[in-house]
């Protein structure tokens, strides 16, 4: 079963549907990124679990460790009171001693997902805006496996910009990183409308500049896998 506790993201990778919410929404809410009470979240938990009989929870927001405070709280009232096997989305900036050592204490964590994306630590943060650095994630991944943590690592291909060198790049940082606790999501990039990822695609030739015109708000349920793909020779 899957529970948003919060709203918003406090980064603003340009491929992410969270920049342009946090534009649209900057007239009725500056603040944009909110976590709601712990006891409602644990209330809605324990519905799920008595009422529905749910197995395990996967909290999808786009990551939970960011506040570490909320976080404390939050992982302490649920093993007291849920202790249902959990799934987190995380991001290498916000995962240290702490942070592992609080998911470990719950015994009930099955997996931590965390975004690399590229393997370009350059292209990472000049395109996709995502200033982390490949050092970042070694140290990241070394706490999970310190504490037997499995996790799940993101990547996508086929992103405007990137060469074959850097997808390969990708590939090899990844498998880097890879141990026995841990899964690869490999993806291929979407260029969502409006996404200030798209518009750089747009801008250097690499996706039509429809993606600009179109009418939808950010995402678009009618592309096909082909409408994802670049349309120069490269991509």
Request: net charge positive; hydrophobic share 35%.
């Amino acid at each position: 079963e899957q529970i948003m506790v919060g709203r918003g993201c406090p980064y603003q990778c340009s491929y992410c549907f969270n920049h342009k919410y946090r534009e649209m929404y900057s007239s009725v809410d500056k603040k944009y990124c909110a976590l709601r009470d712990v006891d409602k979240v644990i209330e809605e938990c324990l519905f799920l679990k008595n009422k529905y009989h749910v197995k395990n929870i996967f909290f999808n927001d786009s990551t939970l460790g960011y506040n570490k405070i909320w976080l404390k709280e939050f992982l302490k009232k649920y093993k007291e009171k849920v202790n249902l096997p959990f799934t987190i989305n995380a991001t290498a900036y916000e995962v240290d001693e702490e942070f592992c050592r609080l998911i470990s204490e719950t015994k009930r964590c099955f997996l931590i997902r965390i975004g690399v994306e590229t393997g370009n630590e350059i292209f990472r943060k000049s395109v996709l805006n995502k200033p982390i650095t490949n050092e970042q994630y070694i140290k990241a991944i070394n706490l999970f496996k310190k504490y037997k943590i499995k996790y799940s690592m993101a990547i996508m291909l086929g992103l405007p910009g990137e060469s074959l060198d850097y997808a390969l790049e990708t590939l090899n940082l990844v498998s880097k990183l890879s141990g026995k606790n841990s899964v690869v999501a490999v993806n291929i990039f979407k260029p969502f409308p409006k996404l200030n990822i798209t518009k750089y695609g747009v801008k250097i030739g690499q996706y039509d500049k429809s993606l600009l015109e179109s009418e939808s708000m950010i995402g678009d349920n009618v592309m096909n896998v082909y409408d994802c793909l670049r349309q120069d020779e490269e991509g």
